[in-house]
């Protein structure tokens, strides 16, 4: 019970989620099979309540500043197999079974483009 | 030329990054070759510039208010081998080669820990 609140977030078995200023952590998500990275998006408490409730990626939509069910449009949700946490806590991966095609483009990934000598190409994902 | 700036930064090959209202952009490190996810920390115009010119990881250390390039102190630096932009550009995966244990606490990935029954355990990475 002497170690620093800081040292206790990183080497201890609480769970203690740290938000931003504007009450958000990161969440990475990774396919659970390949672990080929799907999205980035954000979560405030009610979303990561939501998501550890209901098994299914919750987020808080940043644009639309409301929560987020990740395929509540879609129906592309993404079922949470295990999640990540790292040092400081204050960013998550999810690794997840996604029902379909993560990105709202149609591509498997968010991440379909690569960066080489200053311009984007297409990669296969 | 009629698309619009949303369908043009989703679908064009102009690299156009979006950095949110404090500046700042999403910056996903991942190993180049198994592909897991080591750390996740976050990149203002400067950071971004300073790891496509040098090839090396840095960013934008929100504690610190100033330029960070990874392994400074370790030396445990991040070789970029390639950049992955995300849909709207605003968050990036690095594929990288790393020079040492990524985290600061020694760990290879800063994600050492998982959650399950709402507390944390120590995985193997």
Chains 1, 2 share one sequence.
Not at 40 to 60: K, N, Q, V, W
Not at 102 to 125: E, I, M, P
Request: aromatic share 6%.
């Amino acid at each position: 019970m002497n170690a620093t609140p800081e040292l206790d977030r990183e080497q201890g078995s609480a769970f203690q989620p740290k938000f931003d200023a504007a009450g958000l952590l990161s969440a990475v998500v990774v396919d659970a099979e390949s672990k080929a990275v799907l999205m980035l998006a954000f979560m405030d408490r009610e979303a990561l309540d939501a998501t550890i409730a209901t098994g299914e990626a919750h987020f808080h939509s940043r644009s639309r500043g409301r929560l987020w069910k990740k395929g509540e449009t879609s129906g592309h949700v993404l079922t949470v197999k295990r999640i990540l946490v790292d040092c400081d806590q204050d960013a998550l991966v999810l690794e997840c079974a996604a029902a379909g095609p993560t990105c709202h483009t149609g591509a498997v990934s968010c991440f379909y483009r690569t960066l080489r000598d200053g311009s984007l190409q297409n990669v296969k994902t």
